[in-house]
């Protein structure tokens, strides 16, 4: 399979407090997890994204840590601001055997308020 | 440095119409996927061109069809268009197909059947 569940679908938070965005993924073999953000109307733009021979990595206020046992990974933002404000995509790679290629396989979305 | 631009912005076609959409990848990237954004969801994977060659290609149906040039920039024709058709259309780009690069999206074409 290859599928990817994202959740919440939305989240409310207020400014100052921290966020956190779980997934999980169904393909074994994914060893590649992307984070989008995307804001309305415009472009997912890649925010952090972590490799399978990693369990977490951070960036300022967001980290995302990866647990390839359990096949999830999740999404942390910490003294949320109000321009954080956005839809968030998470993904896994997919690879297609027998090449190499690979696909991106993304969730659904969670839609982030962060409250003033 | 130019990164990934896509033509038209919007599109607003009939049932029935055909239509294609274009984008030029990040320079220096020779990798271009299309994505189906529909309203509310997350992007869903098309189809992927290295080397001129349709590598790989997601459950569309076959009236979903695309190109790649030299230049590595990509088309994506759609035909026959149903209603159902109406999404943000992404390209994205990334640098060689086999590894586990970031892909980097153009700000997509929104399009819109009647």
């Known amino acids: 399979g290859e599928n990817v569940e994202q959740h919440p679908s939305t989240l409310s938070v207020q400014e100052g407090d921290s966020a956190v965005i779980k997934c999980t993924y169904s393909?074994?073999?994914?060893?590649?997890f992307p984070w989008y953000k995307q804001e309305l109307g415009k472009r997912p733009q890649l925010i952090i994204d972590?490799?399978?021979?990693?369990g977490e990595k951070k960036d300022q206020r967001i980290a995302v840590t990866l647990n390839k046992t359990a096949k999830h990974f999740s999404l942390h933002i910490t003294e949320t601001q109000p321009e954080d404000s956005a839809v968030y995509f998470c993904?896994?790679?997919?690879?297609?055997?027998?090449?190499?290629?690979?696909?991106?396989?993304f969730g659904a979305g969670t839609t982030v308020t962060v409250r003033a | 440095d130019a990164g990934v631009t896509q033509s038209p912005t919007h599109l607003i076609k009939t049932r029935g119409q055909q239509v294609t959409l274009r984008c030029s990848p990040k320079?220096?990237?020779?990798?271009v996927s299309w994505y189906q954004q529909a309203l509310g969801q997350g992007p869903q994977f098309i189809f992927q061109?290295?080397?001129?060659?349709?590598?790989q290609r997601g459950n569309f149906p076959d009236r979903f069809s695309g190109h790649q040039f030299p230049n590595y920039s990509s088309e994506l024709n759609v035909n026959a268009l149903l209603l159902g058709d109406s999404a943000l259309y992404l390209c994205?780009?990334?640098?060689?197909?086999?590894?586990?690069?970031?892909?980097?999206f153009g700000p997509g074409t929104r399009l819109t059947v009647l």
């Open positions: 393909d074994s073999a994914s060893n590649y």
């Open positions: 994205a780009s990334s640098l060689i197909l086999w590894t586990d690069n970031e892909q980097f």
């Open positions: 993904a896994a790679s997919i690879r297609f055997l027998p090449s190499n290629d690979y696909k991106l396989s």
């Open positions: 061109y290295y080397e001129e060659e349709e590598r």
């Open positions: 320079s220096g990237h020779d990798t």
């Open positions: 972590i490799r399978s021979n990693v």
